[in-house]
């Protein structure tokens, strides 16, 4: 079975420009989730989605955004990247109520 | 406020040595608490879920346990292959997961 797929894996961009990430969720799971993951702050809890719907929201600002397509894939998207924007960001899959399956992360760098 | 607490944040460990991490959680409505390990620059891999108190797991040389307030990994005779970082989640109401900040293991030769 396939596991969580995070494109891409590495990103370089500037201040002010945006970036869009993308997951695959484990086949048959319908909740994506996404974390920003720094050393100082550990993991932070962005959003999570569930059948094309925002279910949950963490206290990020509005340049943070997602979206859930109808076959679970999910994308995120950060607007006027900002240095500390800087960070691991990982998508996690899962059925309901059940535990969470991560994917190696995208690693983004803000210069 | 829902939080999750890990500790220590960091410990040294010889091979052979054994030892015990704690995650303590104030959460209310706990449906599960997971554990994860983590290898630098990699993403969570899945170790465990308890659900109640009293419920114990175990994986080669890892088991962990759960009360009312707190679980511990505990770690049997440690290789070095287990240095990683260990992270707790507590799963609350609503499908809300909360992450502590992490134990990183190191395990001498």
């Known amino acids: 079975k396939a596991g969580v797929t995070q494109t891409p894996r590495y990103l370089i961009k500037t201040r002010g420009q945006q970036v869009t990430l993308s997951c695959s969720p484990i086949?048959?799971?319908?909740?994506v989730s996404w974390y920003q993951q720094t050393p100082g702050q550990g993991l932070q809890f962005l959003f999570e989605?569930?059948?094309?719907?925002?279910?949950n929201k963490g206290n990020f600002p509005g340049r943070f955004s997602g979206r859930q397509f109808s076959n679970s894939r999910s994308e995120m998207n950060v607007s006027t990247l900002e240095l500390g924007d800087s960070a691991l960001y990982l998508c996690?899959?899962?059925?309901?109520?059940?535990?969470?399956?991560f994917g190696p992360g995208t690693r983004l760098t803000v210069l | 406020e829902d939080q999750v607490t890990q500790s220590p944040e960091a410990l040294r460990l010889q091979e052979g040595e054994s030892s015990s991490l704690n995650c303590s959680y104030t959460?209310?409505?706990?449906?599960?608490l997971f554990w994860y390990r983590q290898d630098p620059g990699k993403g969570p891999e899945f170790l465990f879920t308890?659900?109640?108190a009293g419920e114990e797991k175990e994986k080669e040389r890892l088991k962990a346990t759960l009360t009312k307030k707190e679980s511990f990994l505990h770690i049997t005779a440690p290789k070095p292959e287990d240095s990683a970082t260990y992270l707790c989640?507590?799963?609350?109401?609503?499908?809300?997961?909360?992450f502590g900040t992490g134990t990183s293991l190191t395990v001498i030769p």
């Open positions: 996690a899959s899962s059925k309901p109520s059940s535990e969470q399956f």
């Open positions: 086949s048959g799971h319908r909740s």
């Open positions: 989605y569930f059948s094309e719907t925002q279910r």
């Open positions: 959460v209310s409505g706990l449906r599960g």
């Open positions: 308890l659900y109640s």
């Open positions: 989640a507590v799963q609350a109401p609503g499908n809300q997961f909360y």
